[in-house]
């Protein structure tokens, strides 16, 4: 190889880098500009509202001058973009302060405890949704306009429209001791506990499931009835490639795309929808955390609840993005 070929073949490899790069670089540039946003809008609201911090801590029985002072020492009377622009300062360092109420504790070592609570119930219920989702959805997709199709799509059109504050409690009462009592109705697992954790988590799981798997089996199969009538699956029939193989090599992988972009979407609905689950099934989350800290106008554990939360969204699509071009090599073509 001469020289000329040499750099020219080096030069379109770290184009071909660059082209993969560049748009997960933007994404994480809109990631964090996303983040700030985020918080400011989440700091000014809980600025305008009535009251503060300062008022609820100091109690009814408070006089005026007891709250002013009380204020003043939790800096509460500082103009709040100062405050705003701390936060930032600290946050990037991982630093959020200690709890406004309560045992004022320090709000990392909550939010530690709260985090893996949260993240397992998201991401047992993101599996559960995925993989029911896909499987209904090629099944209806199969057998289109069929019996199976017809049912699959009334079950999902009920799925998306059930909420989950209606859901939630007509679950409980169905499994509570007062009917079949087949499942906890909260999460207050004993100490002598027989059965694993998994099974105290059953429900909030199934509740926040329903509808991203009623949206990823729609997707799935109108994705799948579309690559389907692709001209490479009438050549794959005409060559008498067998349903089976048909349909898991050759229409599987193609119809997935859209599927697994909704996915790190839905996967963020779990994190903001697990906010009321948590909250009436009594699982110490950070749904539940960031729902006690707005009713206590506890203003640092609601900005570090926000900022963890559009995080973990943010990241969790950006995965997605990355991982994308990988299956599919059109999309890093389109890239280019």
């Known amino acids: 190889m001469t020289e000329a070929a040499a750099t020219q073949s080096e030069s379109a490899g770290r184009a071909a880098i660059w082209s993969y790069a560049r748009p997960i670089l933007l994404r994480i540039l809109y990631g964090l500009v996303s983040l700030v946003f985020i918080t400011l809008i989440t700091f000014v609201a809980d600025e305008i509202a009535p009251g503060d911090a300062a008022t609820i801590r100091a109690g009814d029985k408070a006089t005026a001058v007891q ?31 200690n709890s406004t109420q309560g045992t004022q504790q320090p709000i990392k070592d909550t939010l530690a405890r709260a985090m893996p ?18 499987l209904l959805g090629m099944l209806a997709a199969i057998r289109e306009n069929k019996v199976a ?122 994190l903001t929808g697990s906010f009321v689950v948590e909250s009436a099934y009594l699982i110490p989350g950070i749904g539940k955390t960031a729902i006690e800290a707005i009713t206590q106008r506890d203003t640092p554990m609601i900005l570090a609840s926000t900022l963890v939360t559009g995080f973990l969204f943010i990241a969790v699509n950006l995965i997605v993005d990355i991982f994308l071009p990988l299956i599919d090599p059109r999309i890093r073509e389109s890239q280019i």
Not at 69 to 97: C, K, S, T
Not at 157 to 185: E, M, Q, R, W
């Open 67 to 97: 709250i002013t002072q009380l204020r003043h020492e939790m800096g509460l009377d500082r103009p709040w973009p100062i405050r705003y622009v701390e936060f930032l300062g600290n946050a990037a360092r991982l630093e959020f302060g």
């Open 117 to 134: 609570i949260t993240l397992k119930i998201a991401t047992l219920s993101i599996c559960v949704a995925s993989i029911l989702g896909v």
């Open 149 to 270: 199709d017809r049912v699959v799509l009334s079950l999902s059109t009920l799925g998306v429209t059930i909420p989950n504050y209606v859901l939630l409690p007509l679950l409980v009462l169905i499994t509570s001791p007062k009917f079949f009592d087949l499942l906890p109705t909260s999460y207050q697992i004993p100490e002598k506990q027989v059965a694993p954790e998994i099974f105290y988590l059953l429900i909030p799981m199934l509740v926040l499931s329903l509808r991203p798997m009623a949206t990823l089996t729609r997707l799935m199969r109108a994705s799948m009835v579309d690559t389907l009538k692709q001209e490479f699956v009438r050549l794959a029939v005409a060559k008498g490639v067998s349903k089976r193989r048909l349909y898991w090599k050759h229409c599987f992988r193609n119809a997935l795309i859209p599927v697994l972009t909704t996915m790190g979407t839905s996967f963020g609905y779990l």
